[in-house]
């Protein structure tokens, strides 16, 4: 069965930074493709970022372009994300998500699995 479990959130000022973590059990990891994705206060579910199956290949939302980095350890079975300069528009619920392949197109929500989210609270 396949469990994601997501920490790492918190309250944070503005301009500050979190890093978020997800370790995965229940499969095999280095396999597949994982993304982070988003859900803010009365919003639908928001694509942040993904990357490959063998860590080199990422892509990013516009709104997370320079302020966020993906990254993950195979050996690990963790996936992360490290986040600065936050706004309170980056408020949400952060999730990470398993895609069924090994390359995650930028956007695509269509993962196989979500884990149960993380809240980011970004507020003076």
């Known amino acids: 069965q396949v469990q994601l479990v997501e920490s790492g959130g918190g309250v944070v000022q503005p301009g500050g930074s979190l890093r978020l973590s997800c370790v995965g059990s229940g499969f095999t990891f280095s396999p597949y493709a994982m993304a982070w994705v988003r859900q803010g206060p009365g919003m639908g579910l928001e694509w942040v970022s993904g990357i490959n199956s063998g860590g080199w290949r990422t892509n990013y939302a516009g709104f997370a372009k320079g302020r966020f980095t993906v990254s993950r350890d195979n050996a690990k079975n963790t996936l992360y994300l490290e986040m600065n300069n936050l706004q309170p528009t980056d408020t949400a619920v952060y999730y990470c998500?398993?895609?069924?392949?090994?390359?995650?197109?930028?956007?695509?929500?269509?993962?196989?699995?979500r884990g149960q989210g993380t809240q980011v609270t970004v507020s003076s």
């Open positions: 998500a398993k895609y069924s392949g090994s390359y995650v197109e930028e956007g695509k929500v269509d993962f196989d699995d």
